[in-house]
């Protein structure tokens, strides 16, 4: 073994111990719950609350866990070469996000639709993009821009159409307490901005059937 190698092997065997000490993320944000509970009047030490910071802190990293991928890393090869120009269309995919202004709830239904300019994208990368921009604190006007400017961005089709319909559990469980009341938001790029018959059919399309 050289003398480099077993003083770089001696250095990581000091600084390991310090390492582990310190506090990971998930250390820090159960700590925060705990607070949380305290300051509400719980107690975070009795029996039913134990290993309630734990559980919330993980999930919630869960539910953020858009921030640590990328459109490329989910996309990957599955861009193909394909001779079709006509509408293609994935509609009803299952949304849940966090509210940034409340950090509650909104869930329903993203709809996504693409004009291909020579290549096509695996359908369950569309369902895919939706959720990473989903998985982060979120509104639902962003969201809806952010998925179809990913899509633009990935493939450079003709155009890109995406609408969001949405339950906001902020307007369900606090302020107007509107149960069943619902959200749409657009946005479109491309031909479909700039062709209302092209964004009428897909408008027609994605309500088939409701």
Do not use: W
């Not at 509408?87 to 329903?108: A, N, T, Y």
């Not at 749409?184 to 092209?198: A, E, I, K, M």
């Amino acid at each position: 073994m050289s003398d480099s190698l077993s003083q770089k092997l001696e250095v990581a065997k000091l600084r390991e111990p310090e390492e582990s000490k310190s506090p990971s993320r998930l250390d820090h944000m159960t700590d925060a719950v705990k607070t949380l509970l305290t300051e509400i009047g719980e107690d975070p030490e009795r029996e039913g609350l134990r290993e309630t910071p734990l559980r919330m802190a993980k999930a919630m990293m869960f539910f953020t866990s858009g921030y640590e991928k990328s459109i490329e890393e989910i996309v990957g090869g599955a861009i193909f070469n394909e001779n079709h120009s006509e509408m293609v269309i994935v509609r009803d995919i299952d949304i849940f996000s966090l509210c940034e202004h409340h950090m509650v709830p909104f869930f329903g239904k993203c709809h996504i639709g693409y004009i291909p300019d020579g290549k096509v994208l695996g359908l369950s990368k569309l369902a895919r993009i939706a959720e990473i921009f989903a998985r982060r604190l979120q509104v639902q006007e962003r969201l809806t821009r952010q998925i179809a400017n990913a899509i633009q961005e990935v493939l450079s089709p003709l155009g890109v159409a995406v609408v969001i319909e949405a339950s906001h559990m902020c307007m369900v469980m606090r302020g107007v307490q509107k149960p069943g009341s619902s959200t749409v938001t657009s946005s479109v790029l491309g031909v479909f901005q700039q062709d209302p018959r092209t964004r009428a059919e897909f408008f027609t399309l994605i309500n088939k059937g409701k």
